[in-house]
């Protein structure tokens, strides 16, 4: 049963560019979550999503950040005018329909330059 | 005050060596406790549920007081294997209860 997968792993952006990060859930798995760790710093949550649903964005920053999960395909988060400010590591995570553990994917390092 | 609050470390144990981690939280509304481990640069690997009654998972055992607001992981018998940041995260209490609240992790580790 494989993991959740994320991609990029590793992503290199200009400021001012976009950045499309991509998520797929464990197979059985229907939320998906996404967090941000700056460095030196813990997971911060960002937004959870059901299939075409966003349930909660209380994490995501007011501007610039926006997530997705279609009902076919990844989950992606998109972040737009990218500043030096958003590097660092995004991680997914995902749950099943019952239950609040959430396994993690290995997330995308996003280093803006 | 932080939401969910560890002390940092490090933890430098000899192998074989029992040692105890610590957390506490701040919104009594949460409802989920978990102990993730995270390896340098790596993602973070769910290491056990905590429940109101107190639970073990072979060499691990964690507890919880929900009068305190307190959380702990007790590991056995330390192996070199688990050295790692351990993290106590907690459910927010937020719109939808699933949303995850970290600790910053207290690093931990096992010498030879």
């Known amino acids: 049963n494989a993991g959740v997968m994320q991609n990029p792993r590793h992503l290199v952006r200009r400021r001012g560019q976009e950045a499309r990060l991509r998520c797929s859930p464990m197979k059985g798995h229907s939320h998906v979550y996404w967090y941000r760790q700056l460095p030196e710093e813990g997971l911060k949550f960002m937004v959870y999503l059901q299939k075409e649903n966003i349930i909660d964005e209380s994490g995501m920053p007011k501007e610039r950040f926006s997530a997705e999960f279609p009902k076919e395909g990844p989950s992606i988060l998109r972040i737009q005018q990218v500043v030096r400010g958003d590097s660092a590591a995004y991680f997914c995570?995902?749950?099943?329909?019952?239950?609040?553990?959430?396994?993690f994917g290995p997330g995308t390092r996003l280093t803006v330059t | 005050r932080k939401e969910v609050e560890q002390d940092p470390g490090p933890f430098n144990v000899p192998e074989g060596a029992t040692v105890a981690f610590n957390c506490t939280y701040s919104?009594?509304?949460?409802?989920?406790f978990f102990w993730y481990r995270q390896d340098c640069r790596k993602e973070p690997k769910l290491l056990m549920s905590v429940y109101s009654s107190g639970n073990e998972d072979g060499r691990f055992t964690a507890q919880l007081n929900r009068a305190s607001q307190y959380i702990s992981l007790l590991i056995r018998d330390s192996k070199l294997s688990d050295s790692a940041t351990y993290l106590c995260?907690?459910?927010?209490?937020?719109?939808?209860?699933?949303?995850?609240?970290f600790g910053k992790g207290t690093s931990l580790l096992v010498t030879p």
């Open positions: 995260v907690v459910n927010t209490g937020s719109n939808s209860g699933y949303a995850l609240n």
């Open positions: 919104n009594s509304a949460s409802q989920s």
């Open positions: 995570a995902s749950s099943p329909p019952t239950g609040y553990e959430q396994y």
